[in-house]
């Protein structure tokens, strides 16, 4: 059972170190993220019926999206705060070796989240605000709302010196390798960056009408 296994948050430098193993899988905003392409419709769905087994078995739940051949996976301890553990670690190849298994691909770069940044004056009320119109719960720093489900992005507030006309930003994470490639989309359509300084852990970037993204790894 993974649930023997330890529940303390497992540092930066510990989840990059497995990740040396987990070839299939990526870092997201406090999780393990990857997804898998299928040859048919029922390849995904006996993929995503033995992951269900496998987290019975252990008693440690990932988040499963399956759309059409592309199963999403989100892995996160949610007993430590959600937070990766040695049970995500652990978790994450035992679905690599179920996919090895059935000759199914990752397609790591397909995972992406993403989170609405807010610019407030004070975070904490419209924290509570947000919540209660989403559905969501307040965090603990009441800074920030998450979908008991999983299913919706986080919104997190800040208080702001770099006020923009929009006062509402997209974070989007992708895998590492696909920073550059994202950013240079951007470009390509038309938008613009705005702040290189921060990469790797973010560049933001705008639409032609000054909208803001930060394309974001997890750093």
Avoid: K
Avoid at 116 to 140: C, E, K, N
């Amino acid at each position: 059972m993974l649930g023997c296994m330890a529940l303390t948050a497992l540092e930066p430098q510990e989840i990059a170190v497995a990740l040396e193993d987990l070839v299939d899988w990526r870092r997201h905003p406090r999780a393990l993220a990857t997804a898998y392409e299928a040859g048919s419709v029922p390849a995904a769905l006996e993929l995503v019926a033995a992951i269900g087994v496998v987290a019975e078995e252990t008693g440690h739940h990932p988040d499963v999206d399956w759309r059409y051949r592309h199963v999403f996976v989100r892995t996160t301890t949610r007993a430590a705060g959600n937070h990766v553990t040695e049970r995500d670690t652990a978790l994450a190849a035992r679905i690599s070796a179920l996919a090895g298994e059935r000759g199914i691909p990752a397609v790591p770069a397909a995972a992406r989240s993403y989170e609405i940044g807010v610019d407030a004056d004070d975070p904490a009320a419209l924290a509570h605000s947000w919540a209660a119109a989403l559905g969501y719960q307040v965090g603990p720093e009441e800074d920030e709302v998450t979908d008991p489900f999983g299913r919706g992005p986080t919104v997190w507030f800040q208080r702001t010196d770099s006020p923009s006309t929009s006062r509402l930003h997209l974070d989007v994470h992708v895998a590492d390798e696909l920073q550059g490639e994202v950013v240079a989309a951007v470009g390509a359509s038309g938008g613009r960056t705005l702040d290189p300084s921060h990469a790797p852990s973010f560049v933001v970037v705008a639409d032609p009408d000054g909208n803001r993204f930060c394309i974001c790894t997890v750093h």
